[in-house]
Each structure stands twice: as structure tokens, then as C-alpha cells.
């Protein structure tokens, strides 16, 4: 028997078990760490319940592996294939059942674990995981009313849980909002083309837009995609709803294949793992200067006709406010005096990009909706554009976002008369 396989079968299983471990708790640490009230390991138990799974499986084995050494080397006879076809054909079968049986498991708890979190049931689709509007607006949807949809960022979302806008349009009126923080035109778009082709249709669509897209701009010429797959997130969205890799759309139907489609991009969005493409929240720091060619324009004016174009096949009216931004964008970009140094506008801005970069590409997406304002109900906000009225570059404070639900309220009531 010899003993130096024993030991290195024995070494290699105590790694194993060791990186395991503490691999499982780098990972919960870099991914899960300063989340606010949560602690690390419920939070990831919570929302990645396989980081957990893969340290104690991999543990387990390592520890098996530790301990079965001797009979392991003893047994030589498990190196022949040949071996294990003719003489192990019953054991082989079992851990094949046993696996499958395994992944069985593991896809209905995690399907179990998502219907818990997000209150949907077991039948959830991969779609309804990627925009949860889908199913929090749409499950009680009736067409006996008339219906609105929001279609924008966290601007209009916080807008649409005031009760003004639907009491504009009478008590019976109904508001869909598939708003969302940190979202696109693009967003927008899938979100909206997908209700639609489930049979879904609206009476009037809202669009509230300018700002998000500006993000997308802080990446090298060479990488930018006017699909937007430079981002993570995008990349996810064009697979579940596009066309691109049709393998990996069809493997993500599963609860399970999505939950670790989901680990591995958020593990290549940190940057200790090597983030090289755009998070949906932040741009990449080493990025920033390529944020003044503002490339997300095209893309901007192609999705706002699309949804367009949706709306009018459809008969919905479609309102467009212009996007309203904090007046200290123009002060700066022009030379002004603003009261703040350089370091302090960058930190206002941080989320989108450099100061003049952001003022920029939300003033050439405004453009753009002029430009197309014969296409639906455009609505100038100029009256909220004062500095008193935001808490950052484009969220309003309590009292102007009541002003700026009055603003649309007042619109959708001209509409209705007319």
C-alpha cells in the first residue's frame, strides 16, 4: 500500500474541504457585506442559497475523500473505466438517479425560495424573476377599466404610488407601473412589448426617461452595444426576451440555472472578481472618460419609436414629460459658480458619470424628445427645473414630486376632455 497516495489523497481532501469553506465565506463576505440590517450569511442564504450549497457540498466531499483515503488507494480497481462499466453498472445508475433526483430538488426549493421572496407563485417565469412588475402589476389586471402604464426609472415609480394619477382618470382607474430604479428606455420597451404580446393592452402609456441611459455612455467606443450588452444586466435582459444564445434561453427557464446565471454575474460584477463589463447602478471608475460621446443617443431615439409605434398600433395615447435634472448640471457645465468643488460634483453625479458628461447626454436625450414630440403627448416640466425641487441630479424632493404628479395629473385631464 503505498503511503505517500494515502497522504496526498488525504491533503487534497482537507483542501478541498478548507477551500471550500472558506471560499463559501470570501464570496458571502465580498457579495453580501454593508447590506444594511441583514446579516451577510441570511442575506446570501436568502437570495444565493447556493453559495451556501456548493461550500458544504464541497466540504462534505472533501471530508469524504480525507477520510476514504486508504480504502480508496487500496481499491485501485476505480482508476479502470472498463472496470467501473462491468462490474459498478447498478452503483453508476444510482448516483446518476441520485444526481438527477439532486437537481430536481434543488430547482423546486429554488423555485420555493423565489416564490417566498418576491410573493409569486411556484409557476414563476424566468421572464417575471427578470422585471418583478410583471407579475406584482399584471396578476390582478382587468380590462374592464381604463389603464395606465408607467414606463420609466425610479422618478416615475415614485410617482406612480400616488394615488393623484389615477384619480385623474376617475376611482375606477387603474395604474400599472412598470417603473423600476436604475432602468432604460430598453427596459421600457421589452417590458411593454412583452405585456402586449400576452394580450395585455392599455389605455394610456406614460414614458418618463432621460438619465439612466446616460450610464451607459462610460465605456470605450469599441464596446458599446446598442443592445446595451456591455452591461451585465442587458445581457441577462436580450437573452431571456431577444434572440441571443438560444442554448442558454432555453437552460434559464429553469429556476435553478438562473439563480447560478445570476451568482456568476454577480460575481463578475465586483471587482475582485473582475468586473469588466457595466453594472445596471454604477459606471466603472477607470470608464468615466468615455462618457462625454454620448453613443446611448441612437439607441435612445430607436426605443422611444418602438414604444411609439407600439402605442399607436395599439390606440393608447402616449404622454412623454420631458426629464427634468437639477439646474446646477447647466451652472457647472457652463462655467458658473456652484457653490461645490470639483470632487464634490463628482460625487453628486456618480451614478451616471462625470458632471458635463451626465448635463450632456440628458440634454441630447430631451432633444431627441422634442424631436419626436409629433409622434406622441409631450409635456414640458420647465416649471419644476429649480434646485430647491432635487435631492440629487434627478430625484425630486417630497414636496415636487407632488408637483410633479400634479403635472402629469393636469395633463391626463386635458387629454380625457379633449
Known sequence: MPPRAIHSLR????????????????????LYTGRGGETPIRSALQEQPLVALFGIAGALMGIGLALGARRAVENRNWLNPRWILRERKGELGLLVAGCLIGLIVLEIGSRVVYAHQLDFPFSHSTE?????????QLHDYTGDTTNILLLGGSVLYFAGQQAALREAFGEDARVYNFAQTAHSSLDSLTKYRYALDRGYRFDYVIFYHGINEVRANNVPPELFSGGYNHYFFYRLTNTVFGDRAPWLRMA??????????????????????????VHIAFPREDWLEYGGDIKSAKPFRENLQAIADLCEANGSPLIVPRFAYHPILDDYANGMDTGFSDAEMRRFTEQWGLPRHVREGTRRHNEILQDLSDRFIY?????????????????????????????????LRRITAD
Request: charged share 20%.
Open 11 to 30: 491533503f487534497a481532501g482537507v483542501l478541498l474541504a478548507l477551500a471550500s469553506s472558506l471560499g463559501c465565506w470570501f464570496v458571502i463576505w465580498k
Open 128 to 136: 417575471e424573476l427578470v422585471y418583478p412588475p410583471l407579475h406584482e
Open 379 to 411: 409635456i414640458d416640466t420647465a416649471g419644476l427645473k429649480k434646485s430647491e425641487n432635487f435631492v440629487d441630479p434627478c430625484h425630486f424632493t417630497a414636496e415636487a414630486q407632488e408637483a410633479f404628479v400634479d403635472v402629469l395629473s393636469q395633463a
Open 252 to 277: 434559464l427557464k429553469s429556476s435553478l440555472v438562473y439563480r447560478a446565471n445570476r451568482l456568476v454575474t454577480q460575481l463578475r460584477e465586483t471587482r475582485f472578481f473582475g468586473r469588466n463589463l
